[in-house]
Each structure stands twice: as C-alpha cells, then as structure tokens.
C-alpha cells in the first residue's frame, strides 16, 4: 500500500527541473504547495515528502521553508552518491544529513542512495556495505537506488546524455541485478541489510520487469519501496490499466510514490522538466492518484 507521496524527484537538479524556465523554484514551490495541499484534502494522515535533492544543499531548503513549502510537507528527502557523482566522500553521509537536519525540523529521508558497479562490482557491494553503516540509525527511510540496471536500450533521465562521458554511463549499473536479470556481488551484500534497507526502482510504462523484481524484493526481505507514477504517462493510451498493474503488483510493499515529469503538452516549456502551464493541473493528478491507490 501507498505508506507516503513524494512530491517530485530532484527539483534542485537540472536534469529533473528546468533551471531556465523557473531560476528561483518559485514556480516549483507554488506547484508543491497547491499539490501537498490536494494529497491532504484526499488522505488526512498519508505523509507527503518533498523530492529528494541532489545536490545535498541546506540553501535549497531554507529556500522552500521561506517560500511556505515545507508547510505543507511531513519530511523531506536527500540523494547521495558519493562513489560516483557527488563531490564528496562516502564517511560524509552523517555530517551531510546534519547540515539538512540543522535548517528543518522535519524528518530527513534518504531516498536515493546508491553505488555504480561501472568500474568493478566489488566496489558497488563494498560501497553498500559502508552505506549501510554509515545510514542505519540515522535516517526514517534509506532506499537503495536499485534493484535492477537500466537496459542500455533505453537511455537515461539527463539532459545531455553521452555528452557527459562516464557520467552517463554510470546510470545503467546501478542495480543489484545486472540487465539479464543475473544478481551481482552486491545482491548478497544487500540482503544483509534488510529489512532496515528498503529500495528505489522506477518502473518504466509497460515495464516488463515488474513481476521479476517483486519476486526478488520477496526473496531479498524488502520491505519498503520508492517508485514513482508519472504525470506525463498518465496521457498515454492505457495509462490507468498500466497504473492499476503496477500498484497491484506492489500491494505488498510500503510503497513511496513520488509524482513527477510534465507531459510535454502541459508546460511552460516541451520538456518532462519544465513548470507546467497549470499548477493545479498537477495538484489534480496527484490528487486522483492518492484517491485510487491510498487505502483509508
């Protein structure tokens, strides 16, 4: 069952909000006002997170509580992941959720954590192990980013794509399970460490790895789950059906939602990342969602 909405993904990120078309997130933060406001109308009790943020920046926070965002949120959210793009070291972790802790009462989350295994996998299960370590105790909800690789065919969410070198590449071995569904090193290491774990992984429209990854999230002990319904698909022919699948399939699992991605035709910009023309178009989506998958 849905156990929080999570409203957007990496706002402060360029790659999941347009920097050019709202320079000061003031569109942003009027478009999670309007939406934590409908989640609440909907469900008096289901906690609403604001997107996890990458990079970790307390400015960034001090900017939505100024703004009356953090009004309407339950918790916010952080993303890590210092072996393979952040600009700082793995034993940082604790000292990074101080400086989100020191501007906000309001529980941190980890929502996003994770190794690559793109130079070797023993690094990634090593960089599991330590996160871990350096985690539980310290943060409500850790998710590790993720079960599953991203198939090659599919391409990764950025902006710029292969032009960012290595750092492209690196988004497709992320997972415990390599593309042809194999477990690497790091699947064990994992299974260690739940159900104090719990896991990140988006599921693209139609994904026909669904079924696949709840039988190993039962297998692995997981507990806990963030994935996310987009706001764009939900334009797509089919789109409830393939909605009702996936949140069915996940029954089992305390699962985060995390509502993102305007449809193309909905913003300011023809962009999954731009403001949309409506704020209040968002608010209804996930309005609705919380009315059709929340349960009291």
Sequence with gaps: MIEAAMIWNEPNNKSHWDPEVDPGWGLFADMAKVAGQAIR??????????????????????????????????AVAVHGFPLDWNLWQIGEWPAKLREIQAVTDLPV??????VSSFGA???????????A??????????????????????GATTRHREAEGSSY??????????????????FDAFAAHTPELGLCQWFHFEDHRLDDAVAWMRQLGVRYLRTGLSWADSFRPDALAWFDRQMQALEEFDVTVTFCFTPEHR?????????PLMKEEFAEFCAAMVRRYAKG
């Design 41 to 74: 109308a909907e469900h008096s009790t289901l906690p609403r997170v604001l997107g996890g943020i990458s990079p970790i920046d307390p400015d960034f926070i001090r900017n939505m509580a100024g703004k009356g965002v953090l009004d309407q949120m339950d």
């Design 109 to 114: 989350w980890v929502s996003e954590v994770g």
């Design 121 to 131: 996998e023993e690094v990634q299960a090593w960089g599991l192990d330590r996160t």
């Design 133 to 154: 370590e350096l985690l539980k105790g310290r943060a409500p909800r850790i998710h590790w980013y993720s079960l599953c690789d991203l198939p090659r065919a599919w």
């Design 169 to 186: 590449y690196r988004h497709f071995y992320m997972g415990l399970l390599r593309e042809d569904g194999t477990p690497k090193p790091s």
């Design 267 to 275: 913003g300011i910009a023809p962009h999954h990342t731009s403001a």
